[in-house]
């Protein structure tokens, strides 16, 4: 998995998906890697995420991050085959990740306050703003 090494919001979620895939999927920032690759241009890497199996398959953006978790037995490995299958899935994952790389460091502010600023610790701070919300919507009825 080739990914952008200057995004704070590729670190966060690179790690997140190295402890769900463990050393089934090398992870590398594209700076260091492309010089391995040359038949591939730099800016095809500076595009999106790729992830370049042995066999020299090359799958980019949400592709890249749904094919990892085949490689593994998590519950989302599904994504996968929902991506490859569906045409609505696959312009919807497009979409919102086109979405999250033209909004990096929103995304990544977003990402922090929701799940905490360790991605070895996902803390679900999501849940006491939906609480705070129920209670403010109940106290101002």
């Known amino acids: 998995m080739v990914w952008d090494g200057h995004c704070g919001f590729c670190a966060y979620w690179t790690t997140r998906w190295k402890k769900l895939t463990g050393d089934k999927v090398y992870y590398r920032p594209y700076q260091e890697a492309a010089p391995d690759f040359p038949d ?5 890497f500076k595009e999106a995420s790729r992830l370049i199996e042995p ?3 090359i799958f980019s953006g949400p592709r890249s991050a749904y094919r990892t978790l085949t490689y593994t037995k998590s519950k989302w ?3 996968d085959k929902w991506y490859e299958r569906y045409t609505w899935f696959r312009k919807l994952s497009d979409r919102l990740y086109q979405y999250v790389a033209d909004h990096r460091n929103f995304m990544f502010k ?3 306050a929701l799940f905490g600023s360790n991605p070895l610790e996902v803390r ?3 849940l006491i703003y939906i609480a705070i919300i129920l209670y403010l919507v109940y106290i101002y009825r």
Do not use: D
């Not at 591939?40 to 095809?44: D, L, M, T």
């Open 55 to 57: 066999g020299g398959e």
């Open 124 to 126: 679900p701070f999501w």
């Open 110 to 112: 977003l990402t922090k």
């Open 77 to 79: 490995a599904f994504l």
């Open 40 to 44: 591939i241009e730099v800016e095809y």
